[in-house]
């Protein structure tokens, strides 16, 4: 029996239907009159609001007083090193046409009920007068109590006939990569301003001292947010913002920030005396890279290499010497020269510390009496005739006229470089023109032909030969590989 057009149609507006039923769609009428109601995610971002309503009365503005040659110079402290990062501090603000001072700004907060305030060194470093913004806008004059160029820290204080506001050191050596952590400060003199990120790495060295130690975090920070606090989800401090990693000068994603473990030793040191006790050894290190250590008949490619020994030092009467490898002081190894200037910085001066060394790949234990740092520790005339070692050098005696040519003391000995062959393995080491040898491997030398008789004896062993330099005022070791030339490493 043929179907009718009308029973198909009707058959297919029978299964419209069910199949919209089937799909769990009902035909259902807008209200419009009633507000849409979004339903709540089932896991919600981090929330921080309640965290720093607790702790943003402990954060305040730090305004410094300066110079105007302080101002010019002190404005941004770039890094040292490779890194192409500035000192987020000082937020310099000119003061009135025909000022001889202007303003920088930064971040600091309290510590304790009495008026204790932490700040970075470099916001209040050649400051004629620091005074303070609290949170609720009052303005008070702050004392510097004490500063400590090394670690960037700064203790103020302010009396404001009242009791503060005030947070916590926490432990630093808790909070772990990975976690959320929140940044309050002053950036640009905006006041009171929160940012948030994640711990992104610890123990970052950015060349700005002997004691980095840095936290490096994501939470962005920016010009005037030094010295501020750097929180973790609890409302402990576990840090001080300091320094940010940016070719532009803004934020990048890239900060750093002293762990509040250091900053409270720091801080402790600087309340009681106004300045900071550490152990001194008097040495300067390097660090030990593979051709060093083989040059040297080391065993290993970690450790300190010593450059100098400063004359009457506790180095020096622990019989220390230059070619030494300081591997571990008092049983904590040593992968580092930082890690070195932090453990003998430990070390309360008059305490002793046991050194092991390799010394000529052979393994020592040295005693030294650890000394206080100081406060600013910064540690014959024949015509010349060339000689001609295999590595590509050309040597000149050190004369009067060349050691102050070369700013060096008068009791310095050795043999300056006269010219370097291109493409020699000397050159290839990066050995310079007006370098001064002053050893090879561990043994002194005292002239031209004692380097090249101690560089012809290192050269039997087939292995690199390890010169002892100074350049600029600075020692160092140069691994030179004889077997390298500029034709063997293209």
Do not use: C
Request: hydrophobic share 40%; proline share 7%; no cysteine.
């Amino acid at each position: 029996m043929p179907i009718s057009r009308q029973t198909v149609r009707g058959a297919l507006f029978a299964a419209l239907l069910a199949s919209t039923a089937l799909g769990g769609i009902a035909a259902v009428h807008a209200d419009t009159t009633a507000p849409i109601q979004p339903a709540a995610p089932a896991q919600r971002m981090a929330d921080f609001s309640a965290l720093v309503e607790q702790v943003k009365p402990a954060v305040l503005a730090v305004t410094s007083v300066l110079g105007a040659q302080d101002a010019a110079d002190d404005g941004e402290m770039p890094m040292q090193g490779h890194m192409p990062g500035q000192m987020p501090g000082q937020m310099p603000h000119q003061m009135p046409h025909g000022s001889q001072h202007a303003e920088a700004r930064g971040s600091g907060f309290l510590i304790d009920a009495d008026g204790t305030i932490v700040t970075n060194n470099h916001v209040v470093k050649g400051a004629k007068s620091v005074s303070v913004t609290l949170d609720d806008g009052t303005q008070l004059q702050a004392k510097v109590i004490g500063r400590d160029a090394r670690t960037d820290i700064a203790v103020l204080k302010v009396e404001a006939g009242r009791k503060l506001p005030y947070i916590e050191l926490g432990d630093s050596d808790k909070v772990r990569v990975g976690e959320w952590v929140v940044a309050v400060g002053n950036p640009f003199g905006l006041g009171g301003t929160v940012t948030a990120g994640i711990l992104s790495a610890r123990s970052r060295d950015i060349g700005s001292g002997p004691y980095d130690n840095f936290l490096q975090i994501d939470a962005p920070i920016n010009h005037g947010n030094s010295g501020g606090p750097l929180f973790t989800q609890d409302g402990r401090v576990v840090g001080v913002n300091s320094a940010i990693l940016s070719p532009t000068g803004g934020s990048i994603g890239i900060g750093f920030a002293i762990p509040s473990n250091m900053v409270k030793s720091v801080v402790a040191d600087l309340q009681t005396s106004g300045h900071v006790t550490r152990g001194y050894l008097g040495v300067t290190a390097q660090p030990v890279t593979p051709a060093i250590a083989a040059a040297l008949g080391g065993k290993t490619d970690s450790g300190a290499l010593v450059a100098s020994v400063e004359a009457d030092s506790p180095a020096a009467k622990a019989d220390v010497k230059p070619g030494d490898i300081i591997v571990a002081v008092g049983g904590r190894k040593v992968v580092t020269p930082r890690d070195l200037a932090v453990d003998v910085a430990a070390v309360k001066p008059g305490e002793t510390a046991k050194l092991d060394i390799l010394r000529d790949g052979t393994a020592q234990t040295l005693t030294a009496t650890v000394a206080e740092l100081p406060a600013e520790n910064v540690a014959d005339t024949s015509p010349a005739t060339p000689a001609q070692p295999s590595i590509g050098l050309a040597l000149a005696p050190l004369t009067p006229e060349a050691r102050s040519q070369l700013d060096l003391p008068a009791h310095t000995k050795g043999a300056v470089v006269a010219q370097v062959k291109p493409g020699s393995p000397a050159e290839l080491a990066g050995v310079q023109q007006g370098d001064v040898i002053v050893g090879v491997g561990t043994a002194a030398v005292s002239s031209p032909d004692q380097a090249v008789q101690g560089i012809r004896d290192a050269l039997k062993s087939g292995k690199a030969v390890a010169l002892r330099l100074v350049r600029e005022g600075h020692p160092m070791f140069v691994a030179v590989d004889p077997a390298k030339t500029e034709q063997s490493e293209g």
